[in-house]
């Protein structure tokens, strides 16, 4: 796997970004949760002039072997629908990366189907993954890739002079391999960690569990019970997803900041975390969805959400509604008057 280093955000000026927060013509904390949210853009880009400049939308597409065992209302062909469909301007993604002037990239990285590569970017390492409930969902070379390949993503987006960026995710049957890495790395009963996905009715959900459950068994019958963190990623996840992780953690590398959004994004979050505790600092935490469990493995993280909108569509929708809160915080530290330039008297 590629090494990252990945330092924590160095907080030697953090008395001089609360000072300047503190003279901002106001009464001291009344902005709350943007004043928080200044202090860590600002450690994050190491300054007291924060920007926002040419913020980044990765849309990151893969389909799932496990999606073949019905863990899924839909069936593995909206993954690819749904990305000829973000092509042509159609999705919510689209809409909110207009509406706040994010650049939008969309990239197979193991859709199950032959795509316009003239617009979508062509990083497939396969079509899907293997089912893991039988088998590892890819192999060390496979994970390896996509690792990389989000990774590179980062770089291009940095090579534009972007400093914030958001990654969402479309991928049928990608809750299935979240719910398992929350379970396992979050030790948190596999039961509570599965959700609808999608809109599974009950019968639906049942099925979910035993196939989960099983799955997970016989992982531990390989694997043993104490695996490490890479092997778990590799047996379960997505390759959209193990590109997120990659991003993730080559955008904390780089000193971006980086919008999380979503139950699948959140558990890619929390492996990136396990192989690089540092990222956390440059994490965003911008949406708790209504999908069974989101909160929980916020709280494992220790993470607090900008918003609860009851978001659970995926594709990053929830970072990008999320974006105007920390432009907010970047312009309070901008454009925001202080009490000596505008002869106000500081009373405290």
Known sequence: MKHFQIHPADRAMAAAIQEKTDNLNKPKGSLGRLEELAMQVCLVQQTLSPSAAHPCHLLLGGDHGIEREGVSVSPREVTWQQMINFSHGGGAVNM?????????????????????????????????????????????????????????LVDDCCEEGCRIICIGEMGIGN?????????????????????????????????????????????????????????????????????????????????????????????????????????????????????????????????????QLGLRLGEGTGALCAFPIVDSAIRMMNEMNNFQNANITKYF
């Open 175 to 307: 809750t299935s391999p979240s719910s398992v890495w929350m379970h396992i790395f979050g030790d948190i009963p596999l039961d509570d960690c599965i959700g609808a996905g999608a809109g599974l009715d009950a019968p639906g959900m049942a099925r979910k569990r035993m196939v989960l459950a099983k799955a997970v068994e016989r992982f531990r019958e390989s694997e043993g019970t104490d695996p490490g963190t890479t092997t778990v990623l590799r047996y379960f996840g997505g390759f959209e997803m193990v590109a997120a992780i990659g991003a993730m953690l080559r955008a904390a590398e780089q000193s971006l900041v980086i919008l999380v959004d979503g139950f699948i994004m959140t558990a890619c979050a929390l492996a990136a975390i396990r192989l690089h505790p540092a990222a956390k600092d440059y994490m965003v935490f911008t949406h708790c969805g209504d999908e069974s469990g989101h909160k929980r493995m916020l709280d494992i993280i220790g993470a607090k959400p900008l918003l």
């Open 96 to 152: 909110f990366c207009r509406q706040h002037g994010f650049t939008l990239r969309l990239v197979d990285v193991g859709v199950d189907h032959t795509l316009d590569y003239n617009v979508i970017i062509d990083r497939k390492i396969a079509r899907g993954t293997r089912n893991f409930l039988y088998e590892p969902a890819m192999t060390e070379e496979q994970f390896d890739r996509a690792i990389q390949v989000g990774s590179d």
